[in-house]
């Protein structure tokens, strides 16, 4: 009898939700994770000190809240497992220097407002823009949580009619053009093009226009869900669901190899030389770069283009902290309340400042203007540390090599300590109420989970060509491995990408169909 039917490797959120779908559906699914810990991206953990609960990646869930997973509840993970989500009326603020803010409401009538404050004419026209993202949400959000359909389909589907050229021509334009057009003050172009870095990459990037509209679209229909407990809880409760039905997921448990037989994935081989057999397939989080090393039997061909993607030239630094009491903004809200938000962009001085942060990431070096952004999430779930304490989390964007040739494990106490100095320019009692903290370098990402190669957390850079059903080639982008029967990949690297989306499912239901099971009947009763 072999030890499972189906064999995970990783257990990113990727994963467990393509082994929670096939649990349900009746499935023996074993887990098996490298690390210590659970979660890969989504996970919640006391880097600091004990009893403050710091979410290592990941802090907020945007786009999974419109997944059936969630949206329907399918696996019970809310209903049964004990998932619960906070949704704060304001998910991002931009925040400057001189003390203005600008706020991104979940109701537009009230983001308008604030936005009325730099100028009437892009409050008005802001109000167009989200008009126009709500109407096309529904048609993004249909491809989000299922395979995509092919690029040219895609392409001669969206030809059909002014509105579909007009989407289309959105997706190609970057998002400063974007911005050019609509909005005349500075500081609104710049609050939306901040949205792009979110994505890792530059507003001056051509195909990055359609993500504020995706972005704003998400954020006025579903806000931005804080997990109660930590990022850690969605891991929770999927890990909940696949041991309530039988499965198992395993620690230190690090797969080197991917066992096949006749053309078909048949198991994996441990790094310490232990076999374990899979009798209906493999479902692995195997980054493009490192399949060929790990999967003997894949077409060489197929393993060429794979290590051939391309990888994003913004990695992610970040800084963990334990504070003594909550951050105290120098900003105020408009009425002279303090500020809250999920999500705080502390913003350069002049959009170009931030244009050319991104443009010497392009070159290797170091920005010369921080772009710092900064979570506060106690705010809003006060689970996540003592009580009167708080926590942050804060990230700046950097190259995976130094261009000074030391070493990111040499340097990172370095510029962690710059950034915590850039918050002090908005923050009042920053550094002051810092009892410790703790950073992670791109180095430092990688090591955490191989999905996010050389720090890429989105595992291969955002393009249009590594989009879609081209996301991470075109060979791979069904999910399925050519030449080698049952294997199967998730995570960050496939469509549709970087984030917390739950895409796993997509993988599940190209797994289900090859195994004879109706997907639409998988759910928890």
């Not at 949206?71 to 993970?77: C, F, H, I, N, V």
């Not at 803010?101 to 167009?128: G, M, N, V, Y």
């Not at 949400?137 to 509105?163: N, R, T």
């Not at 076999?275 to 209906?280: C, G, I, Y």
Request: proline share 6%; hydrophobic share 40%; glycine share 10%.
């Amino acid at each position: 009898m072999a030890d499972a039917d189906i064999i995970i490797i990783g257990s990113g959120h990727n994963g467990l939700v393509a082994g929670a779908y096939l649990a349900v559906a009746g499935k023996r699914v074993l887990v098996l994770e490298r690390n210590e810990w659970h979660g890969g991206g989504v996970v919640s953990r006391e880097l600091t000190r004990p009893g403050f609960m710091h979410d290592q990646h990941s802090m907020s869930h945007i786009f999974i809240q419109g997944n059936p997973l969630l949206a329907s509840d399918d696996l019970g993970l809310k209903s049964k497992y004990g998932l619960k989500y906070v949704f704060p009326d304001v998910p991002m603020m931009s925040v400057w220097e001189d003390g203005t803010t600008l706020p991104l409401h979940r109701d537009p009538a009230k983001s308008a407002e604030a936005i009325s404050r730099f100028s009437q004419k892009d409050a008005e026209t802001f109000l167009k823009m989200s008009q126009q993202a709500a109407q096309w949400l529904p048609m993004i959000q249909a491809g989000l949580y299922s395979p995509p359909m092919p690029q040219g389909a895609q392409a001669a589907m969206m030809d059909q009619s002014v509105e579909g050229r007009e989407m289309w021509r959105t997706t190609q334009v970057s998002t400063f053009d974007l911005m050019e057009e609509l909005f005349e003050h500075e500081k609104v172009r710049a609050h939306f093009g901040r949205v792009a870095g979110e994505n890792l990459v530059s507003p001056d990037e051509k195909a990055t226009g359609i993500g504020a509209y995706v972005f704003l679209g998400f954020l006025e229909k579903y806000g931005f869900g804080v997990p109660v407990g930590g990022s850690g809880s969605l891991t929770n409760a999927l890990i909940a669901c696949i041991e309530g039905h039988g499965g198992s997921v395993r620690a230190s448990a690090s797969v080197r190899e991917v066992a096949t037989e006749g053309g078909r994935a048949t198991g994996v081989v441990l790094d310490d030389g232990e076999r374990l057999s899979a009798s209906d397939g493999i479902i692995g989080a195997l980054h493009p770069h490192i399949l060929p090393d790990m999967v003997d039997a894949l077409p060489a061909d197929v393993g060429h283009r794979a290590k051939r993607t391309h990888i994003t030239d913004a990695a992610c630094f970040t800084v963990h902290a334990a504070l003594d009491a909550p951050l105290e903004f120098r900003a105020k809200r408009h009425d002279g309340e303090p500020l809250s938000a999920v999500m705080y962009e502390l913003m350069p001085a002049s959009y170009e400042d931030m244009r050319r942060a991104f443009d010497e990431l392009r070159y290797g070096n170091m920005s010369p203007t921080p772009l710092v952004g900064v979570g506060q999430l106690p705010q809003h779930d006060p689970t996540r540390c003592p009580e009167g304490k708080s926590i942050f989390h804060a990230w700046d964007y950097v190259p995976y090599t130094r261009q000074d040739g030391r070493s990111w494990d040499e340097a990172k106490g370095e510029f962690a300590e710059k950034m915590i100095a850039q918050m002090g320019k908005y923050i009042a009692n920053v550094p002051d109420v810092v009892l410790d903290y703790h950073c992670d370098s791109p180095v430092d990402m990688e090591r955490t989970s191989p999905s996010f190669y050389r720090g890429d957390l989105h595992g291969i850079a955002t393009t249009t060509y590594q989009s879609g059903s081209h996301r991470p080639t075109p060979d791979l982008g069904q999910y399925r491995v050519p030449g080698v029967d049952r294997l199967y990949l998730v995570g960050p690297f496939q469509h549709p990408g970087g984030g917390v989306f739950g895409a796993g499912r997509a993988t599940a239901m190209v797994a289900a169909e090859d195994l004879g099971i109706d997907f639409d009947e998988v759910r928890v009763s």
